[in-house]
């Protein structure tokens, strides 16, 4: 079974008039996306920001869930958020995940646009279940990532839905995904 990874890109992401732009975090999406990633088993999900002052908010965030007074107030939150690690770039978390396990991963993007070098949810499906090189989803904040992301990518998954509304949150892309991608098989 393959290592499952997340990474949620605030830099190397587009604006609403497509200039390339570096997004404020929330912190909605440190511990709500740190949730559905321990809920689906990934290994670690890392927040990406080039923003020193984003990661210490990351940081202090993901400090007062663990060691703070949220850890008592909701302590599984804290467990949640143990998967979650703070980095400045994508090439960092290619690294750390090609460090840990001597390949380099199978990037995935996601993006609400079709896009060429698709990969189907069930063909995704089958290669967590049935390969061993790690597998690392990257989501977009703001209007999604930019085209130097998109382009170091393997393969793009489709739009969670076709039409013209299609502007999630990120946290529910990222939940419909990973439910997609590793959840139960339906019967």
Aim: net charge neutral.
């Amino acid at each position: 079974m393959a290592a499952l990874y997340v990474a949620l890109m605030h830099g190397e992401v587009v604006g609403k008039t497509g200039e390339d732009i570096t997004s404020s975090l929330t912190h909605f999406d440190v511990h709500d996306i740190a949730r559905s990633c321990r809920t689906y088993g990934v290994t670690r999900y890392f927040v990406v920001t080039p923003l020193e002052t984003m990661r210490y908010l990351a940081q202090r965030m993901i400090s007062y869930w663990r060691s703070g007074l949220g850890n008592h107030s909701i302590p599984n939150r804290a467990e949640a958020l143990e998967l979650v690690e703070v980095v400045t770039t994508l090439d960092e978390v290619v690294a750390a995940i090609e460090s840990r396990h001597g390949v380099r991963p199978c990037l995935v993007a996601t993006s609400a646009r079709a896009r060429e070098r698709r990969v189907s949810y069930e063909a995704l499906r089958r290669r967590t279940r049935e390969e061993d090189r790690p597998i690392l989803l990257i989501f977009g904040t703001a209007y999604g990532l930019n085209e130097r992301v998109m382009g170091l990518c393997d393969e793009i998954l489709p739009p969670i839905r076709a039409g013209e509304w299609n502007h999630l949150s990120v946290r529910s892309a990222v939940a419909i995904i990973l439910d997609r991608v590793v959840g139960e098989a339906q019967g």
